[in-house]
């Protein structure tokens, strides 16, 4: 390919990118008051990280099952109940991966 169609793609994804943050500024221009309406766009953050980190939990790089990402699921689950420190729950996990790893 030559190096007018490599730019052509990063203009149509610049511009899909800026549409995709622009449309809502332009039409929602009213502070939204539905309650409902609210409250979903207040949790779909943490439902696109979900989507995005649960996957990658169970199934490593190679896309086979990941017994250690299982491990360490459980091990932060366990330790976040006991504890509110999140360094001490990502060292858990990273840990429980490591040791899982090393005896599979």
């Not at 609210?38 to 896309?63: E, K, N, Q, W």
Request: hydrophobic fraction near 60%; glycine fraction near 4%; charged fraction near 10%.
């Amino acid at each position: 390919m030559t190096w007018q169609v490599y730019l052509l793609y990063i203009a149509v994804m610049a511009l899909t990118t800026y549409l995709i943050r622009m449309i809502p500024l332009t039409v929602f221009r009213k502070k939204i008051e539905s309650p409902f309406i609210r409250s979903f766009l207040h949790y779909v953050p943490y439902a696109c990280l979900a989507a995005m980190t649960v996957p990658a939990i169970f199934y490593g790089a190679d896309g086979s099952w990941s017994w250690g990402g299982v491990a360490a699921l459980a091990a932060a689950l366990g330790v976040s109940f006991l504890t509110e420190n999140l360094t001490v729950v990502a060292c858990v996990a990273c840990a429980a991966v490591f040791f899982t790893n090393f005896l599979l």
